[in-house]
């Protein structure tokens, strides 16, 4: 069993910056891939990045290419997002994620765990 606590979020204004962390339990982290989905109210939760176990893999859905970086410290069981140049429309609740095994998966359902999210709010 592997538990994933977010932190990091908050409020910025647009062009802002924010760094959020999930840090793993467990033994076994990188054994995993992980990523972040996020989900604005009234909208379907969609996948935004991803990473492979070593981190030498990345996947980015176009709307965040650029703007957004993962990374991951294996030594810290902590997996990181830097988001830059935020925009309103960047407003959400972002949950990390953790899957067995390599690759990157674009559906929420795909993934073995889940964080309770940290909420991010960008205002204009």
């Known amino acids: 069993q592997v538990q994933l606590v977010e932190s990091g979020g908050g409020l910025v204004q647009a062009g802002g910056s924010l760094r959020l962390s999930c840090a793993a339990s467990?033994?076994?982290?990188?054994?995993?891939?992980m990523g972040w989905f996020r989900q604005a109210p009234g909208k379907e939760r969609e996948f935004v990045v991803g990473i492979s176990r070593s981190g030498a893999n990345t996947y980015y859905t176009d709307s965040v290419k650029g703007r957004f970086t993962i990374s991951r410290d294996n030594a810290k069981n902590t997996v990181y997002l830097q988001m830059n140049s935020l925009k309103p429309e960047d407003t959400a609740v972002y949950y990390c994620v953790a899957r067995v095994g390599d690759g990157s998966r674009p559906k929420w359902e795909e993934y073995d765990f889940w964080g309770q999210g940290t909420q991010v709010t960008v205002s204009s």
């Open positions: 467990g033994r076994t982290f990188r054994a995993y891939g």
